[in-house]
């Protein structure tokens, strides 16, 4: 069972976190901040409960709150884009409810707030926020590792918190925290070790790592989406996604995206949608399903980035040095 003898105070997407667990991955605030923005409550007795027993594994929404109920874990209810309240069953895995509570609670908590969780990673290049979405296995961790690897830092891994600024409703990414997950794989190619690594709850092979000195902390204007995807040609390629294909895209890739309708979002949503590609550049990156491809990957997407168009070519491993990507990292 999670001790509750201490409040923790956080910050992650821009919010201030008052939190009765210890959520770790998170950036700690040495002073108390009042008033708070999300309170995470640990309560034992969760007078919700009642209303999720006979619906296991199974959300429930209504106006401002999502309820759901995962078996030998834990009960939650997101409300109000406020409140957390989750109420652990006996012995309950410490990891999962952290797992449950950065991931489907927060994303469901940001939607209520009015803001716009994508699916992804996101990496700061040059001043402005660039997204990596894509369905899960995509690879996109591993990809932003390898913008990592080059210099270039993390704003966020897993939900990536985009808002519209008041003046000119342009799209703006706010850091989440200092973390990915990267599988064993990913680990082994760029050289890495497990040993001081914790593993993901269920998923022995996947790590959580730290990456405090790669963070960057502080909000940056959204300039660009790359929908990363694997794909059966031998060849990695890229190429613009346009017109209305790109609202299906931000659709498809809104972090747990089925709370949208549910919560009465649907005009919100599209409007957001709206508002985001008309300021930004939006690619789907191509990748075969075998290999290493993210240095390769990553060279494709800054000179798309730093060229400002992109005329539509393969590249893959085996290709000459005078056609590698400027960025290429041998």
Known sequence: ?????????YK?????????????????????MEPCDVHIVNDGKGMFKHELDATPNTYVVKPNQVMF????????????????????????????IRLYVLGTCMGALLLQRGIYPLHGSAIAIDGKAYAIVGESGAGK?????????????????????????????????TPSYP?????????????????????????????????TTSYYPDPLPLAGVFELVKDDHPQADIVRIEKMDRFQTLFCHTFRQFFVPQLGLTKWHFQTSAAIVNHISMFQLRRPTSGFTAPLLAALVLDAIQ????????????????????????
């Open 1 to 9: 069972m999670i001790e509750t003898e201490q409040r923790f105070m």
């Open 12 to 32: 992650a997407f821009g919010l201030r976190i008052a939190s009765e667990l210890a959520l770790p991955e998170l950036l700690g605030l040495d002073t108390p």
């Open 69 to 96: 109920y995962i078996p030998n874990n834990a009960y939650y209810c997101i409300q109000d884009g406020r409140t957390i309240t989750v109420a652990p069953v006996h012995d309950a895995d410490q990891d999962l």
């Open 141 to 173: 961790s591993t990809l932003a590792s390898a913008f990592i690897s080059l210099g270039y830092p993390l704003l966020s891994d897993d939900v990536i918190a985009v808002s519209l600024s008041k003046e000119e409703q342009a799209a703006v990414v």
């Open 179 to 211: 973390q990915q997950k990267l599988w064993q794989e990913s680990l082994d190619q760029f050289g890495m070790t497990t040993n001081s690594y914790r593993s993901v709850y269920g998923r022995e092979t996947k790590y959580n790592i730290p990456v």
């Open 307 to 330: 060229s400002g168009t992109y005329e539509e070519r393969p590249i893959w491993g085996g290709i000459h040095d005078d056609q590698k990507p400027k960025h290429f990292a041998t």
